[in-house]
């Protein structure tokens, strides 16, 4: 988990029954990733994260 922003947020990767929500959300449409902070987030190198912008 990482805090990033002025709100504090966590951020993660979110998993439920071993699939990966991040990744599926992404996928289907639902949400865009922000890229602005991949090159100092722990997930820039995840597959899910390449895939889509990082």
Known sequence: MQKEGTYDRMLG???CNGINLNDAIL???LADLY?????SSE???SRW????GC
Do not use: L, T
């Open 13 to 15: 990767v979110v998993y």
């Open 27 to 29: 996928d289907a449409g």
């Open 35 to 39: 890229s602005k902070f991949c090159s």
């Open 43 to 45: 997930f820039e190198n």
């Open 49 to 52: 994260a390449r895939n889509h």
